[in-house]
């Protein structure tokens, strides 16, 4: 029988594909940043991609992955630590997203103004 998914399997979900994205960018950045071993011109040039408004949307979606991976990663904190906590985690998750939105919506609305 093909499982539905609920809250829990949805966190995970989210949280293996948040944390695969941070660390992809992680990889990026570091690699990006090695480019100054070549030279001032090369390093310029590259960094120069990230002044495309495309990027814009991606430094949200990376503060997006953080937030999410770390609000969970709370979460799943209290479920370990907090005897009641496993009884509670529907109402954590819907709390966590909450969260989320409200802080995205702050802001995707600032970085967006800049």
């Known amino acids: 029988m093909f499982y539905r998914g609920k809250e829990g399997q949805w ?8 944390g695969v994205g941070v660390l ?12 100054v071993w070549f030279g001032p011109n090369i390093y310029n040039r590259v960094i120069m991609i ?3 408004p495309l990027f814009k949307f991606a430094e949200i979606g990376l503060f997006a992955a953080v937030l999410y991976h770390s609000l969970n990663g709370i979460r799943i904190i209290l479920i370990d630590f907090w005897p009641a906590g496993t ?12 969260v989320f939105v409200l802080a ?3 802001v995707t609305t600032i970085m967006m103004g800049h």
């Open 11 to 18: 966190s995970w979900i989210f949280h293996r594909l948040t």
């Open 24 to 35: 992809l960018f992680l990889i990026t950045h570091i690699l990006d940043t090695m480019l």
């Open 50 to 52: 990230y002044r495309h």
């Open 87 to 98: 009884r509670h985690h529907k109402q954590m998750f819907y709390i966590e997203i909450t």
């Open 104 to 106: 995205m919506a702050v």
